[in-house]
């Protein structure tokens, strides 16, 4: 029977991804990385978890494989499968095994929206066993000192129906992410679109006050993400009123009058 997993270099990370950090992140994920101990990361959508688990794979030398999860992923997803090639059947590796295999460090994109039974398969990997059990291949992988689990979800989503048990929970240590310091923030927008510092400058101050309307049913703020995508557009060319409108005001809300109140807000900027 023959065993197909991804070859270690489909997984590597070349180039450094642009990160900044905003505090002791790195040090206490690096120590994690030495301890075997998996992490949580927490924070609202487009705040950097996705790019700092890269750059952190970047800097300690390691593969990342990132499975974003939803409510349809099952066990088989993550572990593998059989499939038929002509007259045999071969065992296709799923990202989870071939990350155990490669010593990689295996990310779980947004874990909470996986369905609950998956959830099991990852335990026996986030204590002192660090094993992952392949039942359909009667065998038994012993993770690598450098595997290391990281999964993430955005605690303003959560729900009794849509959250990590204790069970799970007790298996990491957490690490919480927000939106950057204003001034970080600036440097961020400004380094990643191309823009000058007013520009970034004025975007950032302006993401400030939309983040404010969450307190008048805006259901998140405007992210860090959105805000590049928003010095993007007008790094091309786009008018600032039209770049803020296509990133964010019509992104994050289809309330008219919510989208008038950020446009208001757009128009005291720009």
């Known amino acids: ?27 206490v994920f690096t120590n994690a990385w030495k ?14 978890k996705t790019r700092f688990v890269a750059w952190m794979a970047h800097q300690l030398g390691r593969p990342l494989v990132t499975v974003a999860c939803h409510e349809d992923l099952t066990a088989s997803d993550l572990v593998g499968r059989y499939l038929i090639q002509g007259d045999e059947a071969v065992w ?19 874990v909470v929206e996986a369905r609950k039974d998956t959830m099991v398969v990852i335990h026996p990997l986030t204590d002192h066993r660090r094993v992952l059990t392949l039942d359909k291949l009667a065998q038994v992988l012993r993770a690598p000192a450098d595997f290391m689990l990281v ?38 927008v400004a380094d990643e679109a ?19 309307l969450t307190d008048r049913g805006l259901e998140e703020g405007v992210s860090t993400r959105l805000l590049v995508h928003a010095a ?3 790094s091309l060319g786009s008018p600032p009123r039209d770049a803020c409108d296509a990133a964010f005001t019509r992104t994050l809300t289809d309330d008219p009058d919510m989208q008038a109140s950020m446009r208001e807000l757009v128009a005291d900027f720009f």
């Open 1 to 27: 029977m023959r065993v197909l997993t991804p070859p270690v270099d489909d997984f590597l990370i070349e180039e450094e991804p642009y990160y900044l950090p905003v505090g002791s992140e790195a040090q």
């Open 35 to 48: 301890a075997n101990i998996p992490v949580i990361l927490k924070g609202p959508t487009g705040c950097g």
């Open 92 to 110: 296709v590796d799923g990202p989870m095994t071939a990350a155990v295999r490669h010593g990689a460090i295996l990310y779980l994109d947004e």
């Open 151 to 188: 999964v993430s979800y955005n605690p303003g989503y959560q729900s009794v129906l849509k959250e990590l048990k204790q069970s799970t929970r007790q298996r990491f240590v957490s690490l919480d992410f927000g939106y950057p310091p204003a001034e970080l923030e600036r440097r961020i």
């Open 194 to 212: 191309g823009v000058d510092e007013e520009i970034a400058r004025k975007l950032v101050k302006l993401g400030q006050k939309v983040r404010n």
């Open 232 to 234: 993007r557009l007008i």
